[in-house]
């Protein structure tokens, strides 16, 4: 999973969500004193439970940067909500479902054009075993990890000047990238990168790929997981060729504005005016100091890199309470998005199932991996 120097907060007790909210110093106390362990600056939280609540409750806390002087946090802030943006890829993918332009089983080089290499969309370890949609969405395509570093200590991901070096980061102010596609054709087709993505970088492509294995894993497809945010980045490249229309503006018109998510986009300017954002902060333990590490983006941003508010957050997982329907498509399709999208046959038995579309299964067994 994608590690980001800024923290959020998703879970609380829940013994504690279940009791009084009239007590709403009990709450606040709470997540002031977790705040303090953790060392986060500033959160939203977002908690809804259909048994006990008509809607869902929303509480900040903190400033929105390492200066004192900053403003509070609200309901309204927008953060970087990391590998959580996972859902959302997911949930572009199953939109093309539900208008019939593709199916989760269908292979992705059927989206792909002519003239790309088969290495783009074929692991060349098994050239005869198709890779799927569904394989995306679960982890189960055989896709690398993710975009490799560059002597080993520049993190190539985070945008086209390399946002981390040595493990810090100095923000990126080239964000939005402008041309992902072009740059996953380069990498995965071994070819030097003529696009504005991963070409400030000053790397051959080819050699870089080269050295750190490929693109692809030597298993066949389908037949294990890897979590890879090298495969859901991807993920924003095929959607584009087979919706005709850039990744970010396929989940405006088709996610975002139709659930009325105003203050959520993959790029930052794509927000509205004046939006309260949260800046990325390090905590440096000493005197207990927070610096900014500045806004920053990465080449395969769909597998982190969303903007979003908790309010926004809480109105996208209300709608998934009603599998999505009916703003985004009829509840038969939106039952997919959370029961098991992983083949069940002779790999895969339905206790050892760990994903629908992008979301985790929790079962018993990853429950204990999580513990």
């Not at 072009?182 to 990498?187: A, N, P, S, V």
């Not at 794509?270 to 500045?294: I, K, M, R, S």
């Amino acid at each position: 999973m994608r590690v980001t120097l800024h923290r959020i907060v998703f879970a609380i007790t829940f013994s504690l969500l279940l009791g009084n909210f009239s007590h709403a110093d009990v709450l606040d106390d709470a997540m002031r004193s977790a705040m303090d362990d953790c060392n986060i600056r500033g959160a939203s939280v977002a908690y809804f439970n259909r048994n006990y609540l008509s809607e869902p409750i929303i509480r900040s806390y903190g400033k929105v940067s390492s200066d004192d002087r900053s403003e509070d946090v609200n309901p309204e802030t927008v953060f970087m909500i990391a590998s959580v943006s996972k859902l959302f890829a997911g949930t572009a993918v199953l939109k093309l479902v539900s208008q019939g332009i593709i199916n989760l089983d269908d292979d992705i080089c059927n989206v792909l054009p002519e003239n790309y290499a088969k290495s783009a969309c074929v692991n060349p370890f098994w050239p005869n075993t198709p890779v799927t949609w569904r394989m995306l969405v679960t982890h189960r395509s055989s896709l690398r990890e993710s975009i490799p570093t560059i002597n080993n200590e520049t993190e190539a991901a985070y945008g086209p000047t390399g946002g981390y070096v040595d493990g810090t980061a100095g923000g990126n102010p080239t964000c939005p990238l402008m041309d992902v596609v072009g740059f996953y054709r380069d990498f995965m087709i071994d070819k030097t990168t003529e696009t504005s993505v991963g070409s400030g970088l000053g790397v051959n492509w080819f050699q870089v790929n080269s050295e750190s294995g490929g693109s692809w894993e030597e298993y066949e497809p389908g037949s294990k997981t890897l979590y890879s945010n090298f495969a859901i980045g991807y993920i924003a490249s095929l959607i584009e060729f087979a919706s005709g229309t850039s990744f970010p503006d396929y989940c405006r018109d088709n996610i975002f504005v139709p659930l009325g998510m105003n203050n959520t986009a993959w790029f930052r300017k794509d927000l509205p005016d004046g939006v309260l954002e949260a800046v990325p902060v390090e905590y440096f333990g000493e005197d207990e100091a927070f610096d900014d590490t500045g806004h920053y983006c990465f080449i395969d941003y769909a597998s982190g890199s969303l903007r979003i508010s908790a309010n926004d957050l809480s109105i996208f997982l209300n709608s998934m309470l009603n599998f999505g329907a009916p703003m985004l498509w009829p509840e038969e399709v939106g039952k997919t998005a959370l029961q098991c999208a992983e083949r069940i046959d002779n790999i895969i038995s339905p206790g050892d199932c760990e994903y629908g579309i992008t979301w985790n299964i929790l079962t018993k067994k990853n429950c204990r991996e999580l513990a």
